[in-house]
């Protein structure tokens, strides 16, 4: 399986951005497809993830009300809707296909990180 992360740019505070992550290659089989982030100096962490059959959306406190996630199951991509970004949005975000909500292991997959930078 490859992920393909899309997306990310320049943006000024309260803009807003779409990231894209496809998936290809062998049948998509994994639970999760999650969207996590990292900034300079930080660990990567946990943004957003679905639940790839039943819909089921999760989400860091940092980003709820803000961030949607979303899937076209017939595309196997999901999507980051990212609106009233701040600066310390800022990152490199990468897409993860895993059987782990939170935490993928060693036989999931990434995709590379698109980046993303919210000018204040």
């Known amino acids: 399986v490859q992920l393909q992360a899309s997306g990310g740019g320049l943006v000024q505070a309260g803009g807003s951005l779409r990231l894209s992550c496809a998936a290809s290659?062998?049948?998509?089989?994994?639970?999760?497809m999650g969207w996590f982030r990292q900034a300079p100096g930080k660990e990567r962490e946990f943004v957003a993830a679905?639940?790839?059959?039943?819909?089921?959306?999760y989400y860091a406190d940092s980003v709820k009300g803000r961030f949607t996630i979303s899937r076209d199951n017939a595309k196997n991509t999901a999507y980051l809707q990212m609106n009233s970004l701040k600066s310390e949005d800022t990152a490199v975000y990468y897409c993860?296909?895993?059987?782990?909500?939170?935490?993928?292991?060693?036989?999931?997959?990434w995709g590379r990180g698109t980046q993303v930078t919210v000018s204040s």
């Open positions: 993860a296909a895993s059987d782990l909500l939170y935490s993928p292991g060693p036989d999931d997959y």
């Open positions: 290659g062998r049948t998509f089989s994994k639970k999760y």
């Open positions: 679905i639940r790839w059959s039943a819909g089921s959306t």
